[in-house]
C-alpha cells in the first residue's frame, strides 16, 4: 500500500524534473533569441467587422463612460477621481444591460438616477437624462448582434466612435550621442535586481517574492534609464519613453508565459505578443500615444547594453524594428 510520504517522494520529484526541463529550455533559448513559440493571435484579430474593433472589458468599460468627464465640470484629478468615474461606468454599464433583458424596474431606475444626482450634483431631470444617455450608448457602442458567441471571451467588439490618424514615430527629431554611457552604482544595483528577477524566473520563485522585486525594479529601470536619455542626448521631448517600460516589466516578469520569460529570452513571438495584444488590452491610452512602446523597449534593450546586462542587444533591436512597421499597421486597423 501506498502511503503519504511515498506519494510526496514522487510529487517533488516530478515537480524537479518539470524545474530541470524549464531551466534547459531557458537555457537554449537565451542562445536563441529569434526561436519560436507558439503563435498567439492578438486583440486586432478577433473578428471586429468594419467600423468596429476588440476591445478587453476594462477598457470597453472606460470608454463606454467617456461622457462622464462632462459631468465631473474639470478633468479627473488623481486616483480618487478615476475611481469614482469608473465605479460610476460600472453602475451603469450594468444597469443598461438590465434594461436591454428587461430587467430593470422602476425602484432600479430610481437608484440610479439619485446616484448620478448625488455623484455629480444634478437635479433628478438632469440625472435620469444622464441615466437615458448611457442606455443608449451601451446598445449603440456594443451592440448584441457584434458579441463574441463565446460567452467566457474577455474581449468586447466596440463600434468605433472616432477615427484616429496614426503617424509613425518621428525618428527624423531624435538626435542622439553613440558613445555608451558605463553604469555606476545605481546602474549596477539595477542590473543586480533584473538578475535576481530572472533567477526569480528559473527558480519558479513564490510570486509574492517576485512581486515585491518587480516592482522595485521597474521604478529603479524608469529612472535608471531616464537618466540615460538625457546622458545619451536624447531631446526632452523623448525623456517620457522611459515611462513606458512598466508594462513591459510586467509582461515579462509578472504575466504567465509557456516558457520561461527574462529580459535576455524574450523571443519574437513573446514580442509579438506584448505589442499586438498585451500592451492594447492593458494601457489605456489616445491612439497616437502606443506608437512610443517599439522605440521605448528598443533603446531600453540598448541601455541594457551599456549598463552590461546584455552583451549583444543588436538581435532584440533588430526584432523589434522588424515589428515596428507591423505594430503601425496594428494601430491603423484597431483605431482608423
Known amino acids: ?140 457602442l456594443f451592440p448584441s448582434d457584434k458579441q463574441p458567441k463565446e460567452r467566457t471571451t474577455p474581449f468586447m467588439i466596440m463600434r468605433k466612435e472616432t477615427v484616429a490618424e496614426i503617424k509613425p514615430f518621428p525618428y527624423e527629431r531624435l538626435k542622439r550621442s553613440e558613445d555608451s554611457i558605463p553604469p555606476g552604482p545605481e546602474d549596477n544595483a539595477l542590473i543586480e535586481k533584473i538578475k535576481k528577477l530572472d533567477q526569480f524566473m528559473m527558480d519558479e520563485a513564490d510570486y509574492g517574492a517576485v512581486e515585491k522585486l518587480l516592482t522595485k525594479t521597474k521604478d529603479a529601470a524608469e529612472k535608471r534609464y531616464k537618466q540615460w536619455l538625457v546622458d545619451r542626448g536624447f531631446p526632452v521631448e523623448f525623456h517620457g519613453l522611459a515611462q513606458c517600460l512598466h508594462i513591459y516589466f510586467d509582461f515579462v516578469y509578472g504575466y504567465m508565459h509557456d516558457d520561461i520569460v527574462t529580459l535576455k529570452t524574450v523571443t519574437l513571438s513573446y514580442l509579438t505578443e506584448f505589442f499586438e495584444d498585451f500592451l492594447l488590452r492593458k494601457v489605456y491610452g489616445e491612439p497616437q500615444e502606443y506608437i512610443d512602446w517599439p522605440p521605448a523597449i528598443k533603446f531600453f534593450y540598448l541601455f541594457l547594453g551599456d549598463k552590461g546586462y546584455m552583451e549583444d542587444p543588436a538581435s532584440m533591436m533588430t526584432m523589434i524594428n522588424g515589428l515596428e512597421l507591423r505594430f503601425l499597421h496594428t494601430l491603423k486597423k484597431q483605431f482608423s
Open 1 to 140: 500500500m501506498t502511503n503519504k510520504k511515498d506519494i510526496n517522494k514522487r510529487r517533488n520529484k516530478a515537480a524537479q524534473k518539470k524545474q530541470t526541463q524549464r531551466k534547459t529550455k531557458a537555457a537554449a533559448l537565451r542562445k536563441r533569441p529569434e526561436a519560436q513559440v507558439q503563435y498567439r493571435p492578438g486583440i486586432t484579430e478577433m473578428g471586429a467587422p468594419d467600423g468596429f474593433r476588440s476591445i478587453g472589458m476594462a477598457q470597453a468599460i472606460m470608454e463606454y463612460g467617456k461622457p462622464l468627464n462632462e459631468y465631473l465640470g474639470r478633468e479627473p484629478r488623481g486616483t480618487d477621481d478615476l475611481n469614482m468615474l469608473m465605479q460610476t461606468s460600472m453602475l451603469l454599464w450594468n444597469h443598461a444591460l438590465n434594461v436591454e433583458k428587461d430587467e430593470a424596474d422602476e425602484l432600479e431606475k430610481s437608484d440610479v438616477v439619485k446616484v448620478l444626482s448625488m455623484t455629480f450634483g444634478l437635479d433628478l431631470a438632469a440625472a435620469e437624462a444622464l441615466r437615458k444617455r448611457m442606455v443608449d450608448r451601451r446598445l449603440s
